[in-house]
């Protein structure tokens, strides 16, 4: 059996609104450094950077997967 992906279906705008309620802008800014999340941040300026620049993406992806629950374990 195949473990789920904890990614499908969540669109990168769930995931940015998800980790700006959870850390906030300013905590969000020092755990990814990046200019959109340090400088007059906003959700549609994110965006627009985080679909242009893949390894800025991969970072927001990796922070938000640390925020899921862990997988349950196979049924064997």
């Not at 007059?40 to 965006?47: K, R, T, Y």
């Not at 627009?48 to 862990?70: H, I, N």
Request: net charge positive; with cysteine; hydrophobic share 40%.
């Amino acid at each position: 059996m195949h473990a789920k992906d904890p990614m499908h279906g969540v669109t990168l705008q769930m995931i940015l609104e998800r980790l700006v309620a959870h850390y906030g802008w300013d905590e969000l800014g020092r755990l990814v450094n990046i200019r959109c999340f340090n400088f007059d941040p906003s959700i549609p300026s994110s965006l627009v950077f985080l679909r242009k620049t893949p390894w800025a993406r991969k970072k927001v992806e990796r922070l938000y997967s640390y925020l899921l629950p862990p997988p349950e374990p196979d049924q064997a």
